[in-house]
């Protein structure tokens, strides 16, 4: 299995064997269930559905909640696809994935939504310098210059301006895997992650370092 | 409030024994593992305790000596492994959470007024 659904609960620290400090993310991924196989002859691609954390039946559609009735395992707030990985061929709804799958993995990568900011402006945006706050500046925050007069005559594409910030989608790539507690389906993933706490993320073996084991 | 998940990680991160009960306005000696390559020694920093940051497993203090004249601060991780000990010396009577005034003052100024020892009985009651 590639990956997980999970749970950011926050930051901590740790220390290693050396005694050195290590801020950690904690997520609480798991325990998922598979929910869906999806084949290639049926659905034209091999994926398995995950389902995270559970919910009442009654606050799911009639049509989302007979999905689950079909396999009759127990109904699921949250649903994630995960492309095919070897060895994954025979998995069935209703098979568990926990955090065992990270075993012997050193690096992972951790998707989720960033906190959003709002309508920001430039300088939380964009981080750029505005203006002068003394000396009788009245651009202290503002907007500058966009752009040049009669040549080109218009503000070039891409120019950056206030505007919504946060809420997108972010992938934290390569994150080191600092430890699990498959007993309390938990991952400790060096560094920061995208999102806020109790925020869903999911988790994934790292695509750029397959290779490298710890 | 804090994560169940995260309470279990730093209760694994904390020492269990061997920690001073600290104070501010202590005056300390703590003793630091020092790696040097291979070899492992120790190094002496006494000072007093002017802060103490609470946090679980992130919990730190800040001692203050004023070494050849000039002021040194330095903020030990109270659960870090490189800790051998803390060697409490004397308590002073302080009436701040955070003794930073003391970065203003020199010589005499500077001094905490030594506490008076509390009966062990009353300090139980």
């Given at each position: 299995?590639?990956?997980?659904?999970?749970?950011?609960l926050?930051?901590?620290?740790?220390?290693?064997?050396?005694?050195?400090?290590i801020?950690?993310?904690?997520?609480?991924?798991?325990?998922?269930?598979?929910?869906?196989?999806?084949?290639?002859?049926?659905?034209g691609?091999?994926?398995?559905q995950l389902?995270?954390?559970?919910?009442?039946e009654?606050s799911l559609?009639?049509?989302?909640a007979?999905?689950?009735?079909?396999?009759?395992?127990s109904?699921?707030?949250?649903?994630?696809?995960f492309?095919?990985?070897?060895?994954?061929?025979n998995?069935k709804?209703?098979?568990?994935?926990t955090?065992?799958?990270?075993?012997?993995v050193?690096?992972?990568?951790?998707?989720?939504?960033?906190k959003g900011?709002?309508?920001?402006?430039?300088?939380k945006?964009?981080?750029?310098?505005?203006?002068?706050?003394t000396?009788g500046?009245?651009s202290?925050?503002?907007?500058?210059?966009i752009?040049?007069?009669?040549?080109?005559?218009?503000?070039?594409?891409?120019q950056?301006?206030?505007g919504?910030m946060?809420?997108?989608?972010?992938?934290?790539?390569?994150?080191?895997?600092v430890?699990l507690r498959?007993?309390?389906?938990?991952?400790l993933v060096q560094?920061?992650v995208?999102?806020?706490q109790?925020?869903?993320?999911l988790?994934r073996?790292?695509?750029?370092k397959?290779?490298?084991?710890? | 409030m804090?994560?169940?998940?995260?309470?279990?990680i730093?209760?694994e991160?904390?020492?269990a024994e061997?920690?001073?009960?600290?104070?501010?306005?202590?005056a300390?000696?703590?003793?630091?593992?020092?790696?040097?390559?291979?070899?492992?020694?120790?190094?002496?920093f006494s000072?007093?305790?002017?802060a103490?940051?609470?946090?679980?497993?992130?919990?730190?203090?800040?001692?203050?000596?004023?070494?050849?004249?000039?002021?040194?601060?330095k903020v030990?991780?109270?659960?870090?492994?490189?800790?051998?000990r803390?060697e409490?010396?004397?308590s002073?009577h302080?009436?701040?959470?955070?003794l930073?005034y003391?970065?203003?003052?020199v010589?005499?100024k500077?001094?905490?007024?030594?506490?008076?020892?509390e009966p062990?009985?009353?300090k139980?009651?």
């Open positions: 299995m590639r990956g997980l659904i999970g749970r950011k926050g930051m901590t620290q740790v220390y290693d064997q050396d005694g050195v400090r801020p950690v993310t904690v997520i609480e991924a798991g325990a998922c269930v598979v929910v869906q196989r999806k084949t290639r002859e049926r659905d691609y091999d994926a398995i389902g995270f954390e559970d919910c009442r009654r559609t009639k049509p989302a007979g999905r689950f009735r079909k396999t009759g395992a109904f699921k707030r949250r649903l994630r696809e492309r095919l990985e070897d060895g994954d061929e998995l709804p209703g098979d568990a994935a955090v065992e799958i990270f075993q012997g050193s690096h992972v990568d951790v998707i989720g939504m960033t900011r709002g309508f920001a402006g430039l300088i945006r964009h981080n750029m310098g505005g203006g002068f706050m000396h500046g009245h202290k925050r503002r907007v500058g210059s752009g040049q007069c009669s040549f080109p005559a218009r503000v070039i594409k891409g950056r301006m206030p919504r946060g809420n997108v989608r972010r992938t934290q790539q390569n994150l080191k895997l430890g498959p007993e309390n389906n938990l991952l560094g920061a995208p999102g806020p109790g925020g869903i993320v988790v073996k790292a695509c750029k397959k290779d490298k084991v710890s | 804090v994560a169940k998940g995260i309470q279990l730093e209760a991160n904390m020492r061997g920690l001073p009960s600290l104070a501010i306005g202590d300390v000696k703590v003793h630091q593992k020092i790696k040097e390559g291979d070899k492992e020694r120790i190094q002496v000072g007093s305790v002017i103490m940051n609470s946090g679980g497993a992130r919990e730190s203090f800040t001692v203050r000596r004023v070494s050849h004249g000039v002021g040194v601060e030990f991780p109270l659960h870090s492994p490189h800790i051998a803390v409490v010396e004397r002073s302080v009436r701040r959470a955070k930073y003391l970065r203003e003052l010589g005499k500077a001094r905490l007024k030594e506490k008076a020892r062990r009985s009353k139980k009651a």
